[in-house]
């Protein structure tokens, strides 16, 4: 498998029939995200952000909603006090696909450091 720039796709590869990525494949796709994002193997990356209060993990929370209804590509967010936990992974393929890489390539994008 070739390694992609994340940034510049669609959201094409999150459809269903997406293959499920190998440890390799995950590995060397997890390099091209934001170190922050934690991998467990090939089944999720989950990145945890940090606030002082409830509105902004909330206004994060939204958009990154947006972004996954335009992408057809939906994370579980928990929304709490000062926090947003946001975990992807492809449940049609058991794990991870390179559309969970790229929906965190995106939020990367958009989200605070």
């Given amino acids: 498998m070739s390694t992609p720039d994340l940034a510049t796709q669609s959201g094409e590869d999150s459809a269903p029939g997406s293959a499920r ?7 060397e796709l997890h390099k091209k995200i934001d170190a922050a994002w934690e991998r467990d193997a090939n ?23 947006l972004l996954a209804e335009a ?12 926090k947003l936990a946001v975990t992807f992974t492809t449940h049609h393929a058991g794990g991870l696909t ?3 890489f ?6 990367d994008g958009f989200a605070p450091a």
Avoid: C, Y
Avoid at 21 to 27: G, H, N, S, T, V
Avoid at 51 to 63: C, D, G, V
Avoid at 71 to 82: K, T
């Fill in 98 to 100: 390179e559309g969970d």
């Fill in 102 to 107: 790229l929906m965190a390539v995106k939020i």
């Fill in 21 to 27: 990525l190998d440890e390799a494949q995950a590995a």
């Fill in 71 to 82: 992408q057809g590509h939906h994370p579980d967010l928990e929304v709490s006090w000062g």
């Fill in 43 to 65: 089944r999720v990356i989950r990145r945890v952000f940090t606030f002082s209060n409830f509105r902004e993990p909330f206004a994060l929370a939204t958009q990154i909603a």
